[in-house]
């Protein structure tokens, strides 16, 4: 079965206030995490079908942005699954304002 994954950039928005826009857009809930990895606090969603992952781009040790080919998006979103279930997806977080950066199959 394929497989697909969109990410997802946001240039402005506190993490917090775009999970719950997110949320209410999506009728997901996204989990609270910590990692110094993602940055700090992110948020995840899984399922059987879809994976989510919402962090800040922030600044890595190499004082690049984690997404540098798009230094002005504040917030990545990353969409991962079924293609089905992500393409349903998709069109909810586009409709929040986000631009799609990237979208490939596997």
Known sequence: MKEKENVFGLNAGVLAEVRARLERATKISLT??????????????S???LSVLLHEN????DGKPTA?????VA??????GEVSAVD?????VLQQ???LLYSGTH
């Open 47 to 49: 399922d059987e079908k």
């Open 58 to 61: 922030f600044i890595e040790d």
């Open 75 to 80: 917030v990545l979103l990353y969409v991962s």
């Open 68 to 72: 540098a080919d798009f230094p002005e």
């Open 32 to 45: 609270a995490r910590d990692s110094l990895y993602f940055g700090g606090e992110y948020f995840r969603y």
């Open 97 to 99: 304002g986000f631009r």
């Open 88 to 92: 349903q997806l998709s069109e909810k």
